[in-house]
Each structure stands twice: as C-alpha cells, then as structure tokens.
T-cell receptor
C-alpha cells in the first residue's frame, strides 16, 4: 500500500483563492517532499521538509509537517490558472533513501 | 537540453513483444529510478540503481528487467509485454545527498495491445 495518501483526490477553486492539500503517511520518515505534475509530463520537485522541521515556505507555497499526526499539508496562496496540475507527496524513510509517492491531488484553478 | 531524457516518448506494441525504454541523464547523478504511473495509483517504483554496479527491485518488478549501462544510462525492458503493462513510465535521477530531490524525465507512454 502507498505510504503517502493525499486528500482531497480532486480540488477545484477560483483564481485568487488558496488551495490546501493534505498528505498522511504511516511510518516514521526522514523527510517529506511535494512534487507537481502537469498533465502527462514528468514530476517537478517543489519543496522538501525534514522530520525536524514544522514549516517551510517557497514563494506562494507553504508546507507544514506534523510528525505526531503523520501528516503534511501544502498550501498554495493566491492561486493562478497555471497552478492547475496534480500534486504528489513523497516520503523518504532515511536521508538519501528511495521515495514512496502518494496517489496525488488533482488541482484545477478556474480563471 | 533536458537533463533527463527518455526514448521513445510514445510506443504502441503488441502482446508478447519485447520492449526497451531508455533513459539518459546529464546531471551527473549516481542514482536512477524507473517508475510506472497508472491513473489513480500514483507512481510505483519498478527498479532503482544507486550506482553502476547496483540494481535493486522496487515494489512492482515482476515482468520487468533493467540494465545500467553507464552512470548516465538506465534502460527498462519488458521481456514479453502484456496489456496490463500499459502505463506511463518515468525515469528519474537523484544525487542521494541531503537535498534528496528527484529529477524526472518527460515520460514514455506505452500501450500494449
């Protein structure tokens, strides 16, 4: 079974609104990463958060990690139509180890 | 030029045929991965290689084999393709360092009839 599970599976919002996606995982991790995939294309790394970190920012992205709840959230503020994509979380058990991906959240931002 | 390239980008084949998907990278990374993506199932790891002499099975290696010809090249083979191997296949690389970021190729869409 997948280590990471995203929620919701699909999200549709209007341009300018914030989008929040959640990821839950089952076992202890070293780090958690978020990736973006435009339709039919390869994944692109967005942000990495380590197990000893609680929050990280990158531009309009904000990621939080709650290791006690084994969950993470990705917030995209002031969304744009160009943010339309699938977003995946991926977990690593140890630094430099292989990643386990969740099933993704399909985000649609309507102009 | 793209850092991670995959060939072919699209392939239609018939059941029982042998297929090879190729991946090349110019990032100088030691680690390379092959994933399969099916709708609603996310990415699943088929095989991975942490250096030229290292090959490891992932979670769904049955029906697949790989070859690491050089640091920059990692090929995935389907010895006898079957319809349920129809999927989008991605190659990825990483340096295995603290950044732990994986860099993906553009994908190969494989259809087995």
């Amino acid at each position: 079974s997948q280590q990471g599970e995203e929620d919701p599976q699909a999200l549709s919002i209007q341009e300018g609104e914030n989008a929040t996606m959640n990821c839950s995982y089952k076992t202890s991790i070293n780090n958690l990463q978020w990736y973006r995939q435009n339709s039919g294309r390869g994944l692109v790394h967005l942000i990495l958060i380590r197990s000893n970190e609680r929050e990280k920012h990158s531009g309009r992205l904000r990621v939080t990690l709650d290791t006690s709840k084994k969950s993470s959230s990705l917030l995209i503020t002031a969304s744009r139509a160009a943010d339309t994509a699938s977003y995946f979380c991926a977990t690593a058990m140890a630094s430099g180890s292989r990643l386990t991906f969740g099933e993704g959240t399909q985000l649609t931002v309507n102009p | 030029d793209a850092d991670v390239t995959q060939t072919p980008r699209n392939r239609i084949t018939k059941t029982g045929k042998r297929i090879m998907l190729e991946c090349s990278q110019t990032k100088g990374h030691d680690r390379m991965y092959w994933y399969r993506q099916d709708p609603g199932l996310g990415l699943r790891l088929i095989y991975y290689s942490f250096d030229v002499k290292d090959i490891n099975k992932g979670e769904i290696s049955d029906g697949y084999s790989v070859s690491r010809q050089a640091q920059a090249k990692f090929s995935l083979s389907l010895e006898s393709a079957i319809p349920n191997q129809t999927a989008l296949y991605f190659c990825a690389t990483s340096d295995g360092g603290l950044s732990d970021t994986q860099y993906f190729g553009p994908g190969t869409r494989l259809t087995v009839l």
